[in-house]
């Protein structure tokens, strides 16, 4: 696909600085995304309540994600318009062994994310599973798929959809508990459930990539706008509450086996989980980390030149209010290799007067 997007300002600059960011060729770069409040989510958040939902019409959640899209075009930031098809969350994966999949509406997003009950009573079940590209849920991720593809052509790309791949995989079958015993009680069984998700996880991306065009040779991305390549995301939250140790024997060979069938992949870590950072950051493969924020953890941002110190020139995603965003510009303390993810700013005036002095005094 070309590089030009009708709904991103500015294309070619805009994935040139993204591409200096993840390509790590400028340790100073600074990236940023300026969030104003939205009114399409507004409009949403009128006609949806919170909370479970059924599966929505997904020509509705098209028109949604265009006119999403569309309204961010005046506002001269580093931002890639990307629709995320949030609807095949967890709940694809275990959909496609006939779990109770579960659909879940969030007004203040616009997202409608899914999710699903463990599908096994007991391990004794496992041998009974099979995959098949063919069930009710492969067509139904394939049609909406499709969908967004013959609306999004040269207006906006499509996220790439998170792997539930690993431990998260196996969580989908017997839930946290259950896979963390296992793991100490039956480690085979375990390793033979990793090998099936990571047969169905790399089905699912092939198709993805085989069906949504690159955006001037890369892919779009819900946490990082666009990384060069085809990438896949990962996640590492099984780990979260476990040792570094256990991530290792656990973790890292199933994420570097999906990468190294791609052209790699980010993950993300939730507060819970930054002790992970110096093992997650040698992740062959890796592009970038999203740093999630969460109650009882010290905002990314606050901390940001420790964990910088940590994870090396590593690109970073991290999320930061305007007023902070600006005093920290201000005393030329932001650090760079970053995508800052700004939000709370007043106005498109606000945001574009912002970006203008940004690039023009760091960015250039």
Request: with cysteine.
């Amino acid at each position: 696909m070309s590089s030009f997007l009708s709904h991103c300002n500015d294309s070619e600059r805009v994935f040139e600085r993204l591409r200096r960011l993840y390509e790590r060729r400028d340790q100073n770069i600074i990236c940023v995304k300026m969030n104003v409040q939205s009114l399409v989510i507004a409009e949403f958040a009128k006609t949806h309540k919170e909370g479970f939902c059924e599966y929505p019409d997904i020509q509705e959640r098209v028109k949604f994600w265009d006119a999403y899209t569309k309204e961010h075009l005046p506002i001269r930031d580093d931002s890639v318009p990307s629709a995320q098809i949030k609807e095949m969350d967890q709940g694809l994966i275990g959909g496609l062994f006939d779990g109770d999949v579960r659909f879940l509406c969030d007004p203040a997003t616009g997202h409608i994310s899914s999710m699903v009950y463990p599908v096994l009573k007991d391990w004794i079940e496992f041998d009974n599973l099979s995959f098949s590209t063919d069930h009710q849920w492969y067509h139904r991720y394939t049609s909406q798929i499709d969908a967004f593809v013959n609306n999004s052509s040269g207006k906006y790309g499509i996220s790439h959809l998170i792997a539930i791949n690993g431990l998260n995989f196996i969580f989908e079958l017997v839930g946290a508990t259950a896979t963390y015993m296992a793991v100490e009680d039956q480690p085979e069984m375990v390793q033979k459930a990793i090998d099936l998700g990571y047969k169905v996880n790399l089905q699912v991306q092939r198709d993805f990539f085989d069906k949504v065009p690159l955006v001037n040779s890369g892919t779009c991305s819900n946490y990082a706008q666009w990384i060069p390549g085809k990438i896949v995301s990962e996640s590492v939250d099984p780990f979260h509450m476990t040792s570094v140790d256990y991530f290792e024997k656990w973790g890292r060979e199933p994420i570097e086996r999906l990468f190294a069938q791609f052209d790699g992949g980010m993950v993300h870590i939730h507060g819970n989980g930054r002790h992970l950072f110096e093992a997650v950051s040698t992740i062959k493969g890796l592009k970038t980390i999203w740093l999630g924020d969460d109650i009882g953890y010290p905002p990314a941002f606050e901390i940001l030149a420790d964990i910088r110190k940590r994870v090396g020139d590593t690109p970073l995603v991290c999320t930061v209010k305007f007023q902070d965003f600006c005093q920290t510009f201000k005393k030329q303390k932001l650090i760079g290799g970053v995508f800052y993810n700004v939000t709370d700013v007043p106005d498109i005036t606000t945001a574009n007067k912002c970006m203008d002095t940004v690039r023009n005094e760091v960015l250039a």
